[in-house]
């Protein structure tokens, strides 16, 4: 009993001693040269150049793989175009830098069609060259000094529009504009057919989100589509449809 206790205490101790060697590992690799970063990727860029990202990142020539990636990733976070990024290593001497982008929902009307994100932030994206299937929303271009919309209906429209787009992104790519009714809803302007459009409440949740595109797939199912003028939303318990008179 007691040969095995003396065991049982020497392995713990040789975990312990091999756990505290791990830990320190990257602080003493980081004075390893074979280590030195000699290549950074980027991965998951859209609307940035990968050269944008990595000037960003700033990572010096004298950098090491082990090292400490919290300032890179604060530097790159400052871009309005990221959303999000993780940092990689590949041995011997690569970093990755994996970037989630964030995501435009629409575009404003300014001198020319900028796209925002759904916290009203104007976003660095020219659409003449990443071309933007997205709405056009009926709000002023003016920012406040930190890039944001200060049009006060923002974050309502932009936020459903969002939510459209998470939720439901084949009806997100159905609307042309979008902006607010004479009662405060949200009005949206669809493709198909030209000049029909939606009505929703500004705090529209995912289940009446599927209810109004449902009523919309069986609207096309009984090949009335066509014919549809408006598709009211904004009531608790039901979807009205209004179509325009068959033509004789």
């Known amino acids: 009993m007691r040969r095995r206790l003396l065991l049982f205490t020497a392995l713990a101790l040789a975990g312990g001693i091999l756990a505290a060697g791990l830990s320190q590992a990257p602080a003493l690799l980081r004075h390893v040269a074979v280590f030195r970063v000699r290549r950074v990727e980027v991965e998951g860029v859209r609307f940035m150049e990968p050269r944008e990202v990595m000037d960003a990142a700033a990572i010096g020539a004298d950098a090491n793989i082990f ?21 990689h290593r590949r041995l011997p001497g690569t970093v990755v830098l994996v970037v989630t982008e964030t995501q435009p929902v629409a575009l404003v009307r300014g001198h020319t069609l900028e796209p925002v994100d759904a916290r009203g932030r104007v976003l660095p994206i ?53 902006g607010l009714d004479h009662d405060g809803s949200i009005r949206l302007w669809l493709r198909h057919p030209e000049g029909a459009v939606a009505l929703v409440p500004r705090d529209m949740d995912a289940l009446k989100l599927r209810e109004l595109v449902s009523t919309l797939s069986d609207v096309d199912a009984r090949q009335e589509l066509s014919r549809l003028r408006r598709i009211d939303g904004r009531f608790r318990d039901q979807v009205v449809v209004s179509l325009n008179p068959q033509a004789s």
């Not at 090292?67 to 940092?87: H, T």
């Open 126 to 178: 020219d659409p003449a060259r990443r071309p933007l299937d997205l709405p056009v929303i009926d709000l002023a271009a003016d920012t406040t000094a930190d890039g944001r919309l200060r049009d006060p209906a923002a974050p309502a429209l932009l936020g459903t529009l969002e939510r459209i787009r998470r939720f439901e992104p084949t009806f997100a790519r159905q609307i042309s504009e979008a």
């Open 67 to 87: 090292d400490d990636p919290a300032p890179w990733k604060a530097r790159l976070l400052r871009l309005p175009l990221i959303a999000s990024v993780e940092v």
